[in-house]
């Protein structure tokens, strides 16, 4: 059974950081292209970040509003996708999707999110 699962969400103050995780099982993470969505309230599901399987260099790219802040890497050993989150805004309060992408054939996998508050 493919399955991603999100952890690591929580309260934060603004200027503060959190490291989300997504642990993935079922299918060959490693092949797979991974990416990190959010969904503010009440607003779009927007692209965060994403980083290439194997067969892209694991080449990363990210949203204009999270560069320079945040740091999307994997573990494929672990089977895991990591999005570091530092110097936080209350403008990055959402609920954080990880997906998974088969380039080949288009095949996708949804977590079930992890919600982020950031609040003083």
């Known amino acids: 059974q493919e399955q991603l699962v999100e952890s690591g969400g929580g309260l934060v103050q603004p200027g503060g950081s959190l490291r989300l995780s997504c642990a993935a099982s079922g299918f060959a993470f490693s092949w797979y292209t991974m990416s990190w969505y959010r969904q503010p309230p009440g607003k779009e599901r927007e692209l965060v970040a994403a980083i290439g399987g194997a067969s892209y260099g694991h080449i990363t790219k990210y949203s204009d509003s999270v560069l320079r802040r945040f740091t999307i890497s994997r573990d494929n050993a672990e089977n895991t996708v990591y999005l570091q989150m530092n110097g936080l805004k209350p403008e990055d309060t959402a609920v954080y999707y990880c997906?998974?992408?088969?380039?080949?054939?288009?095949?996708?996998?949804w977590g079930q999110g992890t919600p982020v508050t950031v609040s003083s």
């Open positions: 997906k998974g992408l088969n380039r080949y054939n288009n095949h996708e996998v």
